[in-house]
């Protein structure tokens, strides 16, 4: 075990003297003195134990046989290994796109977007040409935001959770298709969020209910439920999946409607619930989902997106039944 020590602190191979007032026990090599201490929490210290620190050179750390060593002697980092990535590239939106090979070293625990962030630095490819470097979009780095999904071996999927020990060399990485592409591997997702608009996802805190009353409350049955479809992040992998949702078409796609979902089961976004049901019953709504579940294959968050338009298609049509005979 690592501990910090103080910069006049013993090499790691030079004995130790014992401090004051601890029994003395020594390792087998008698090179390197043993302090017993108790530092876990919730524990008392016994009373034939010391508090007191040898010289105050070094800080003191415990493992689990609660034992106090100097710095541990410096341990080499683990071989990087090499990984050959293909990358189609199209400099604009209109430009015919290639593809380019990259050879980079690969470390320990590196995913997709810590390699791009490595060719920013040295963008050469593996012919040695100097090259400009790769256009692509991340922000948290924890599979939330969904900002860096792209293609990764042919599988839609967000770059930051792809680590590089579980793909399969060499790695091809291509932009988001059906979306319009900007540079490499950025797309234009204007599209999704112009569907979000189009199906009023989200919640009106200004209306002529009464917003001084208390908080809603939900239960939390439903709240678990609600929570799986609140995960969503926008990262347009379902859509990629989705064999109904194309570019010539008006199809809004599995992510708005299970927004739609979210929404309407949400104690003040139920107030919109007849907009938003209408909303999806016209053209390029609920009625052109083919059902093929590829969206819920591909869901890096795991949303019930099937479930959540099995759902849709019953409330849609008690609200067909509710237009039929004047009813809201």
């Known amino acids: 075990m690592q ?3 103080q910069s006049d602190a013993l090499p790691c191979d030079e004995p130790v003297a014992e401090a004051a007032g601890e029994p003395g026990a020594l390792f087998a090599n008698e090179r390197k003195a043993r302090l017993e201490r108790d530092l876990e929490m919730g524990l008392e210290m016994g009373s034939d134990r010391t508090q007191n620190r ?14 106090a060593t100097l710095r541990s002697c410096p341990i080499a980092d683990p071989a990087s290994s090499a990984v050959e990535l293909r990358i189609r590239r199209q400099d604009h939106p209109t430009a015919v796109p290639y593809w380019q090979s990259f050879m980079l ?3 320990p625990g590196a995913n997709v977007v810590s390699l791009l962030m490595d060719l920013r630095v040295h963008c050469v490819t593996a012919g040695g040409e100097p090259v400009d470097p790769i256009a692509f979009e991340h922000n948290c780095m924890e599979e939330v935001c969904g900002a860096c999904a792209m293609l990764i071996n042919g599988v839609p999927r967000p770059a930051c959770s792809a680590l590089i020990a579980d793909l399969e060399t060499p790695i091809r990485l291509e932009p988001l298709p059906k979306f319009p592409v900007v540079r490499d591997l950025m797309v234009d997702r204007a599209r999704l969020f112009a569907h979000l608009k189009q199906v009023k996802a989200w919640v009106q805190i200004d209306g002529a209910w009464d917003n001084h009353e208390r908080a809603p409350r939900i239960s939390p ?3 678990a439920v609600n929570y799986l479809y609140s995960r969503c992040m926008s990262c347009g992998c379902c859509l990629v999946a989705c064999p109904q949702f194309r570019p010539e078409q008006a199809f809004v796609g599995p992510a708005a409607l299970a927004q739609v979902r979210l929404m309407n089961a949400h104690p003040t976004g139920r107030f919109d619930k007849v907009e938003r049901l209408h909303a999806i019953m016209a053209d390029g709504g609920l009625s052109d989902c083919g059902n093929a579940q590829n969206c819920v294959r591909v869901c890096p968050k795991e949303i019930p997106l099937t479930t959540a338009i099995g759902e849709l298609g019953r409330q849609t049509t008690v609200q067909a039944l509710k237009d039929l005979f004047g009813g809201r």
């Open 3 to 5: 501990v910090e020590t």
């Open 54 to 67: 040898a010289d105050n050179d070094y800080s003191v750390s415990t493992s689990s046989h609660r034992t």
């Open 221 to 223: 049955q439903a709240w």
């Open 105 to 107: 070293e690969a470390r």
